[in-house]
């Protein structure tokens, strides 16, 4: 019989005796980047220590009836906030190029306003900017990974264009405070995430349920935010700091459920709907053709006065077009993509206005997460059609990673997910796209949102009963290790330079 264990244990016993013929066995260049990735909420910790600021995570996991599961909170979460050091130590073990870990806005001003500045938050990242530095780790740090002061969330949130400027200004702390240290910024983690969570299906803090509407709202303010803080960084810090400013975006890769013309519209358009909502008007100047005239069409058979998708004055457009030195993209999976017999015109949302259907095979391996479907090759796809639909703009992954249920530190699976991918984005720089950088999240298992700390995708486990959270390392880790250490992914005497 066919399982995907068993699979998974042939293809490793294959694979990691490195005996794969199947997989890239080039080199990465040299100065291709390597590393690791966190989130503040997800680790740090520490939720009400040394004048922390109350965000909009820990409202929503401190209510009751809790939406998350095991009513599992952020407030100890892996205690990086007081166990950075071994962190850094544990980046050093593994041999990274970089750390990407992000900023708690409330920790640092904890109302969201530049009133009142939290020297002792500014401390705890200026001391692990300095330790990641002391050993060469190159920080890249997120701005914003979906943690949002309540003050800020009590008015409304990213729906409220008031948030456009106090986010200008925190930015503009931290390039004052860090900017000397740090080479790559990344204003947004996924803002589907946000907004579309967060705003619309109401399944992300600040669970607000406003499909169609809110959503829409909330990316408009963030398209207007990003743009001001790469204009500002490029205005006032840019000729002395020499960074990049870029932002991270999510997507699944869409693959056409047959060569019709209709499935290979309706992928391109999840595509445009998922992706092309950040990356057109920052790279390509305004929310892509498609999503207006179809949300446009839409909202005014459902009787609104005006499309549901806000609109941008040309003046607008040309203030965020090309607002991106680099693009962050996180990738984990994919989806079928077919065109929909039932549009379901009246009803308003992100998702029934992209009119499609979608679904993912019962045959590709499954994970502890069931959104997260293993399919490698739909990496290489999405690297091509970023080249095609954006040119050369450079590429940093910002995040690629599998989740267990930590039952076990033999994470085969998670071995197999990295080499899989690894050799698909080393396929896709044959291909000629312009990637970077590779990021695995995670470092450590950690807050997994709604999921707590059910669904893990450390390459570090950590023990959240002990009072100390101790870290281990699981057997991908010394894959990874491995993987950095040579820039190869199969045995060495079996890998070729690079040409
Ligand atoms: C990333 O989101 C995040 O940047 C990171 O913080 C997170 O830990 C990591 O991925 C792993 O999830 O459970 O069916 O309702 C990836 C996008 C958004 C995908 C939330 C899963 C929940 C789907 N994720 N989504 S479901």
Redesign the pocket.
């Known amino acids: 019989m066919f399982s995907v264990k068993n699979f998974v244990l042939h293809y490793l016993l294959l694979c990691v005796s490195y005996t794969c013929g199947a997989l890239n066995n080039k080199r990465f260049p040299d100065n291709f980047l390597f590393g690791t990735a966190t ?1 503040s909420y ?1 680790v740090e910790g520490a939720w009400n220590i040394d004048g922390k600021g109350e965000n909009n995570w820990d409202k929503v996991t401190h209510s009751t009836p809790s939406p998350v599961r095991e009513n599992a909170t952020g407030d100890i979460a892996c205690d990086s906030y007081h166990k950075y050091r071994e962190d850094v130590d544990i980046l050093k073990t593994l041999g990274v190029n970089h750390y990407r870990f992000s900023i708690s806005w409330s920790r640092i001003l904890p109302t969201g306003f530049t009133n009142k500045i939290n020297q002792d938050g500014l401390a705890y990242y200026a001391n692990l900017i300095e330790e990641l530095k002391e050993n060469n780790i190159e920080p890249v740090i997120t701005i914003f ?1 979906w943690d949002t002061p309540q003050d800020l969330e009590n008015i409304g949130g990213w729906t409220n264009e008031v948030i456009i400027d106090l986010f200008e200004k925190y930015a503009e702390l931290l390039f004052k405070t860090y900017g000397n240290d740090v080479k790559y910024w990344i204003t947004f ?2 803002p589907k ?1 946000t907004c579309q ?1 967060g705003y619309g299906s109401g ?1 992300m803090a600040p669970v607000i349920k406003s499909p169609g509407i809110g959503e829409y709202m909330c990316v408009h303010n963030v398209l207007k935010a990003h743009a001001k803080v790469w204009h500002m960084y490029n205005d006032q810090f840019r000729e002395n700091q020499k960074g990049h400013v870029g932002i991270t975006i ?1 997507t699944q890769w869409a693959e056409p459920n047959s060569n019709s013309e209709e499935d290979v519209q309706a992928a391109e358009r999840f595509l445009q709907f998922t992706f092309g909502w950040y990356a057109n008007p920052i790279i390509n100047g305004d929310y892509p053709e498609v999503m207006k005239k179809l949300i446009a069409d839409r909202s005014e058979k459902q009787g609104f006065e005006k499309s549901r998708l806000p609109v941008f004055t040309d003046e607008q457009v040309e203030f965020i077009k090309g607002t991106a030195d680099f693009l962050g993209v ?1 990738y ?1 999976t994919t989806r079928m993509v077919q065109h929909t017999t039932d549009p379901q015109t009246m009803v308003y949302d992100w998702i029934a206005d992209m009119e499609i259907h979608s679904y993912q095979k019962d045959e590709w391996p499954s994970t502890a ?3 997260l479907k293993i399919v490698p090759w739909g990496f290489r796809k999405l690297m091509n059609w970023l080249k095609a639909t954006y040119s050369d703009i450079p590429i940093l992954i910002t ?1 690629n990673g599998v989740s267990e249920d930590g039952s076990s530190l033999e994470d085969d699976i998670r071995i197999y997910y990295f080499q899989e991918h690894l050799s698909n984005l080393r396929d896709a720089l044959d291909d000629g796209v312009n990637i970077f950088g590779y990021t695995a ?2 470092l450590m298992d950690n807050f ?4 707590g700390y059910t669904e893990k ?1 450390g390459i570090y486990s950590v023990n959240f009963s002990s009072p100390n959270r101790i870290r281990t390392p699981k057997k991908s880790a010394d894959y990874f290790k491995y993987v950095m250490r040579t820039r190869c992914l199969v045995q060495e005497s079996d890998c070729v330079d690079s040409v």
């Open positions: 989130a997800q990974h983690n996924e995430q969570g399944e999510d996180n984990y997460s069931n959104w995040e999240w995670s997994e949102w709604m999921k995708f």
